[in-house]
Nanobody, 124 residues
Framework: QVQLVESGGGLVQAGASLRLSCAAS????????MGWFRQAPGKEREFVGT????????YMADSVKGRFTMSRDNAKNTVYLQMNSLKPEDTAVYYC?????????????????WGQGTQVTVSS
């Protein structure tokens, strides 16, 4: 069982940066692939990025590629989402997710554990 807690969201202006963190409980964090998703009001949950158990493989959605990066620190049981050059269309609740797998995963249905989400609002 893994519990995930996101933090770092907030209200920023367009062009600013934010770093989201997702702290995981449990001693086997390195056995999990991690993902970031987001959901805006009235829209489906959207894939943002994923990283494998070691952080050696990371895959980002085209909509954020070049602006967002994902990393993990297995010693701290934490995964990060660095968001630069934020745009109003990045406004959403951001969720981290975990699945016990050696491979990355891009679909929400592939993930077994979810955090409660953190709000990111980007003003124009």
């Amino acid at each position: 069982q893994v519990q995930l807690v996101e933090s770092g969201g907030g209200l920023v202006q367009a062009g600013a940066s934010l770093r989201l963190s997702c702290a995981a409980s449990g001693p086997t964090f390195s056995a999990y692939a991690m993902g970031w998703f987001r959901q805006a009001p009235g829209k489906e949950r959207e894939f943002v990025g994923t990283t494998n158990w070691s952080g050696g493989t990371t895959y980002m959605a085209d909509s954020v590629k070049g602006r967002f990066t994902m990393s993990r620190d297995n010693a701290k049981n934490t995964v990060y989402l660095q968001m630069n050059s934020l745009k109003p269309e990045d406004t959403a609740v951001y969720y981290c997710a975990a699945v016990q797998s050696l491979r990355v995963a891009v679909r929400p249905v592939e993930y077994a554990y979810w955090g409660q989400g953190t709000q990111v609002t980007v003003s124009s």
